[in-house]
């Protein structure tokens, strides 16, 4: 196995042949001998994250519920990944532990514990967060083969990136952070 890769960035190549997974970004959360797993960080739903605390039933009387539209009507949800579509992640920066919480990198964790979106819903939780639906998995050595066959591009996580840019801006400013731009790559492999 190459290093661990997990809190780092994959950028997809123009060679990526997979259609869920062009031009995506994908955060790797967990990576070791036995498979991986990531979140797309760059594909949004039509739903806010307003709509599942509400649909939930956890932003409880009016007025918290007035709140939390005020708060998480504009911040969509994320479509994560291919697998398990309706398992929901909160990526965030705060260190605050949950029931379910891993550290994924330096000051960055992922919670899939109800608690976290219960504490969003009652105006605590992170400030700064990503709320996610289904994930991307791989078996051992699909990723390593998919980085050899130039699918990937690895680039390092940051909270700017993250938190503060626009999704549909993610994999530019990954990229710029690695020293490439989308047109300095082609589908074409060559050959000596």
């Known amino acids: 196995m190459i ?5 780092k960035l994959l950028l997809a190549t123009p060679s990526m042949a997979d259609h869920f ?3 995506s970004v994908v955060l ?32 409880g009387e009016p007025r918290a519920r007035g709140l939390a539209q005020m708060r998480f009507e504009e911040q969509a949800v ?10 929901g992640f909160v990526l965030h920066d705060d260190h605050v532990v949950y029931d379910s919480t891993m550290r994924v990198g330096d000051g960055l964790y992922l919670t899939t514990s109800k608690d976290v979106l219960e504490d969003l819903a009652g105006g605590g939780g992170p400030q700064r967060f ?28 940051s909270h700017t990136l993250l938190f503060n840019t626009p999704c549909e801006h993610r994999w530019a400013l990954g990229a710029r952070s690695i020293g490439f731009e989308r047109s300095q790559l082609t589908s074409q492999i060559g050959h000596a």
């Open 3 to 7: 290093q661990n890769l997990s809190g």
């Open 21 to 23: 997974f062009q031009d």
């Open 130 to 157: 990503l709320l996610l639906l289904g994930y991307a998995g791989w078996e051992a050595g699909q990723l390593e083969n998919e980085l050899i066959a130039n699918d990937w591009l690895l680039a390092e996580s």
């Open 78 to 87: 994320f479509e994560a990944g291919p697998v398990d579509s309706f398992r």
């Open 28 to 59: 790797l959360c967990h990576h070791d001998d036995e498979g991986s797993m990531g979140l797309v960080l760059n594909h949004t739903q039509d739903v806010s994250v307003f709509d599942v605390l509400d649909d939930m039933g956890l932003c």
